[in-house]
């Protein structure tokens, strides 16, 4: 599976944004499909997952509330929303997709290739 995030921007602080990410094949649709971010000099951590059917989805403390992730099945492609953003959400935000839930970077086989997000105060 091939992923292709886009998006990414920069905006002010209290603003918003959607991410994107497509998938290159249908097998996309049985996959559970996260978000991770990677601000500089920081670990990659998880920011928002979402199983395949879209039912359920998953959220870090620190985007609870003012993110949703959602996908399109029909169009391979699965959608971060972020409100309220804070410069603290400055990173290079990553999709990826794994066959079981998880919150670790390291259990996600297929990986875009990362868009930037930069909030200014």
């Known amino acids: 599976v091939q992923l292709q995030a886009s998006g990414g921007g920069l905006v002010q602080a209290g603003g918003s944004l959607r991410l994107s990410c497509a998938a290159s094949?249908?097998?996309?649709?049985?996959?559970?499909m996260g978000w991770f971010r990677q601000a500089p000099g920081k670990e990659r951590e998880f920011v928002a997952a979402?199983?395949?059917?879209?039912?359920?989805?998953y959220y870090a403390d620190s985007v609870e509330g003012r993110s949703t992730i959602s996908r399109d099945n029909a169009k391979n492609t699965v959608y971060l929303q972020m409100n309220s953003l804070k410069p603290e959400d400055t990173a290079v935000y990553y999709c990826?997709?794994?066959?079981?839930?998880?919150?670790?970077?390291?259990?996600?086989?297929?990986w875009g290739q990362g868009t930037q997000v930069t909030v200014s105060s």
């Open positions: 094949e249908r097998t996309y649709s049985t996959y559970i």
């Open positions: 979402i199983t395949w059917s879209g039912s359920n989805t």
């Open positions: 990826a997709a794994h066959r079981s839930i998880s919150t670790r970077p390291s259990m996600y086989d297929y």
